[in-house]
Nanobody, 128 residues
Framework: QVQLVESGGGLVQAGGSLRLSCAAS????????MGWFRQAPGKEREFVAA????????YYADSVKGRFTISRDNIKNTVYLQMNSLKPEDTAVYYCAVDKESAYLKVVRASSSLYDYWGQGTQVTVSS
């Protein structure tokens, strides 16, 4: 069983930045691919970014490409999402998740149904 705890959300003005963190415990964090997803009120949960077990490959949704950066620290068992140039449409609850089946692979996956463990989420609100 893997436990994930997100932090770093908050209220920020458009154009500002936030850095989300997701601390993992249990399991073998350093072997797992990790993803960030978000869900806005009344909308489906959507993919934001993902990273391979060793950080060698990353993948982003088109809506955040060039503004967000996913990274990880396998010593600290933590994955990060640096969010710059934030827009009001980025407002959502952000979740991190574990993809165990992509352990030690060079690929990442964007479908939320393929992820096994989820954090409780952290709210990001961007004001205009």
């Amino acid at each position: 069983q893997v436990q994930l705890v997100e932090s770093g959300g908050g209220l920020v003005q458009a154009g500002g930045s936030l850095r989300l963190s997701c601390a993992a415990s249990g399991g073998t964090f350093s072997s797992y691919a990790m993803g960030w997803f978000r869900q806005a009120p009344g909308k489906e949960r959507e993919f934001v970014a993902a990273i391979t077990w060793n950080g060698g490959n990353t993948y982003y949704a088109d809506s955040v490409k060039g503004r967000f950066t996913i990274s990880r620290d396998n010593i600290k068992n933590t994955v990060y999402l640096q969010m710059n140039s934030l827009k009001p449409e980025d407002t959502a609850v952000y979740y991190c998740a574990v993809d165990k089946e992509s352990a030690y692979l060079k690929v990442v996956r964007a479908s939320s149904s393929l992820y096994d463990y989820w954090g409780q989420g952290t709210q990001v609100t961007v004001s205009s």
